[in-house]
């Protein structure tokens, strides 16, 4: 009995923490935006003090709830940052604070769903979307158009199927992406001699249409510089399945001499699966085996400096964050937006890396993680 | 107080103090309350009605697993499939339905593919005697290869609209929020109200007692995975409609630790023998709430994680207290 009372003593205490422990990222965006609000104001006073802030010059405080789709690599995590950091601490002059809350799918389309109806539940001025699936988010937006709040959907773009749309999708320029990174590789390939150029594109996931979109660029390379795709890997964004499958694709196709890579979170398992043929080796040498990467993570560009990757194309995180919380505001404020907003970032390679306004912070977005 | 309030008191403790499960219920139940009430407390909207509706599309949304589920568990069993039978059942159904079949007969495969899988589990384990926890973790396996299979790893869409009668609601109540609990009911008289209902605790509670004592335990125990199979295949029709898509990947990773939970906090045990249909509906209503004020209180998605650990955790320690 004793022993049951200390268990239900501690739970209790567990709750009562989790009771107390408050929005995420709200911490910092209270400790330093309340000096003029309460935690527990509702949407109507919010929007209250938000016109008597306005009118006495001091910064408007605004709802936004953002569905993520999970934290599974640096993309999002650092998204999640950025967010948090903006938040409490606004881009712009005219910015306002951000009463922010973060919920993260897991990689379920049915929780995602559940999560944009709490956010809608909670009161949210806006709400951020990047979507599980392409298509299956529709009545997730169909949930905020009912309920009369702004939405915006950010990172996986909408497919033409989804009939109801947000009012702003700020996608990241995937097709240009997989273009541009399959180009560079080839013009590389060409410039050392190689006329027959074999590729084993190491897809996303299928239901990303980021991935597929991606995918139609390198093919679109491919056709314009006669290349070969041998083997296409449905790779889930996931370096084990790259691992696993990335192995017998290069046992079964010999003549591979480039490799695509949709996005660097699987560079370890393309490296551990060329380390195995010894076909992981610097530009240069005569093991090397070209290879065209997008999104620029911190290990990706360092494997740009190191001659490993040929090309990286960048994923523009900040600009893509901020183009979401600007649409976010001006959609609040009831000002015209663009429906749609591109964000395309460079494509790295080793004549390049290196330059000025390739090594911003505005670029490198890793240099964000916490 | 009164005498008659004196003795009714006294023999509430007495049972309290007599019966380790029903105290270990009770005290259950009363953490549940106290815990929803400290929480709802911190919550604005909490009891909005979009709130509660929204809260029981969600329980819906996993709630005929749970009942497929407490009946298995009833028996001493256990049924890892249903994901996967959700997901194989919907990419079948979603795919006639793109290639200009009938809504109607798209509905019926979708609940034969349950059916059908229930069938294999139990002529597995029934039959077979083998081991439920490898069987259902192989045919999980199974549907989900045919799930992918049948989608190609892409979202089916474009279904019809005939089709989202399944989605449609009866005032601001959705159907299958109804259907679930009309399944709730039936089922829990199912169980406690009629001959062959009572024999899934006995077969629970001793398999060769059961036997010996006349029992058909092959047939009640098949009986539980057929109503199991025919649950997921009625959970897929509704969560199909509900998203418009079916997908390979529509059900998430931590829906069977949410609903063998949500069972286990309902009164169900992982040896067999015991549990309450209403019980689970509850405690799976718990643990969709315990979400809920998670992400109406905007708690850290980290701290949410670790939380939903100590509750499985707890949730087992209790199991083992009602057992021993």
């Known amino acids: 009995m004793k022993k049951l009372f200390a268990l239900l003593l501690a739970l209790c205490m567990v709750f009562s923490l989790a009771a107390c422990a408050g929005s995420s990222g709200d911490a910092k965006t209270e400790d330093t935006a309340t000096e003029d609000s309460a935690t527990e104001d509702s949407a109507a006073e919010d929007t209250a003090a938000t016109e008597d802030a306005a009118a006495s010059g001091e910064r408007e405080k605004v709802v936004i709830g953002a569905s993520f789709n999970s934290l599974m690599n640096d993309v999002f995590t650092v998204s999640q940052t950025l967010m948090e950091t903006w938040a409490a601490n606004p881009l712009n002059e005219d910015d306002p604070y951000v009463d922010l809350t973060i919920l993260v799918a897991d990689g379920d389309t049915t929780k995602q769903i559940s999560d944009v109806n709490d956010l809608i539940n909670k009161g949210c001025d806006a709400i951020l979307i990047d979507p599980v699936d392409s298509t299956a988010v529709e009545p997730a937006i169909q949930a905020c158009k009912n309920a009369g709040i702004p939405c915006v959907t950010y990172n996986r773009p909408l497919s033409d199927e989804v009939k109801t749309r947000p009012d702003v999708e700020v996608r990241i320029g995937a097709y240009e992406q997989g273009y541009d990174t399959a180009k560079y590789c080839f013009e590389i390939m060409k410039e050392d001699g190689i006329e027959d150029i074999n590729i084993i594109l190491c897809n996303g996931e299928t239901r990303d249409d980021n991935s597929v979109q991606r995918a139609l660029g390198v093919a679109a390379a491919c056709e314009e510089y006669g290349a070969n795709i041998v083997a296409q890997l449905p790779c889930d964004w996931d370096p084990t399945v790259v691992a696993e499958l990335l192995p017998a694709a290069l046992e079964g196709n010999p003549d591979t001499n480039c490799v695509y890579v949709a996005t660097d979170g699987m560079l370890s398992g393309v490296q551990s699966s060329l380390e195995d043929i010894d076909r992981w080796a610097p530009y240069g040498d005569e093991n090397h085996m070209y290879i065209a990467a997008c999104d620029l993570f911190e290990e990706g560009y360092n494997n740009v400096a190191s001659g490993y990757i040929d090309a990286d194309a960048l994923m523009d995180v900040v600009g893509m964050i901020s183009n979401a919380y600007q649409s976010a505001f001006a959609l609040i404020r009831g000002e015209e937006v663009e429906p749609l907003v591109n964000t395309t970032g460079a494509t790295y390679t080793a004549a390049n890396y290196n330059d000025a306004d390739m090594v911003s912070d505005q670029a490198l977005w890793w240099k964000w993680k916490k | ?324």
Not at chain 2, 48 to 70: R, W
Not at chain 2, 106 to 114: P, T
Not at chain 2, 267 to 296: D, E, K, P, Y
Request: proline content about 1%; charged content about 10%.
């Open chain 2, 1 to 324: 107080m009164n005498t008659q309030s004196k003795q009714l008191f006294g023999g509430i403790t007495n049972i309290l103090r007599e019966d380790r499960k029903i105290r270990v219920n009770s005290i259950v139940g009363v953490l549940a309350v106290i815990i929803l009430a400290v929480l709802s407390c911190q919550v604005k909207n909490f009891f909005s009605i979009q709130n509660v509706i929204n809260v029981l599309e969600q329980v819906s949304s996993v709630g005929f697993f749970s009942l497929g589920l407490t009946c298995v568990l009833i028996i001493g069993g256990i049924d890892l499939s249903v994901p996967g039978v959700i997901m194989a059942a919907s990419c079948l159904g979603g795919s006639y339905m793109i290639g200009g079949g009938n809504w109607i007969l798209a509905a019926l495969m979708i609940l034969s593919v349950g059916i059908i899988f229930g069938f294999i589990n139990g002529i597995a384990i029934a039959k077979g005697k083998m081991i439920p926890f490898i069987v259902t973790l192989s045919t999980l396996v199974l549907s989900q290869g045919i799930a992918a299979y049948l989608s190609a790893s892409a979202t089916i869409y474009g279904l019809p609209e005939d089709f989202f009668i399944f989605n449609a609601k009866i005032g601001i109540v959705p159907v299958g929020v109804i259907v679930f609990v009309l399944a709730a009911i039936l089922l829990s008289i199912f169980l406690s109200r009629t001959k062959t209902g009572r024999c899934f605790f006995m077969v629970g509670e001793n398999i060769e007692t059961a036997r010996i004592s006349g029992i058909n335990t092959t047939k009640i125990t098949f009986l539980a995975y057929i109503i199991s199979g025919v649950l997921a295949g009625t959970g897929a029709i509704f969560l199909t409609a509900r998203l418009g898509t079916a997908t390979a990947t529509m059900v998430g990773d931590t829906v069977t630790n949410d609903t063998i939970a949500a069972c286990i906090i309902g009164g169900a045990s992982l040896n067999g023998g015991q549990g309450n249909i209403i019980g689970s509906v509850l405690g799976l209503i718990f643990i969709t709430l315990i979400a809920n004020c998670f992400n109406l209180l905007g708690i850290s998605y980290y701290v949410g994680m670790a939380i939903k650990g100590l509750i499985i955790m707890a949730v087992i320690y209790i199991d083992v207290l009602r057992s021993h």
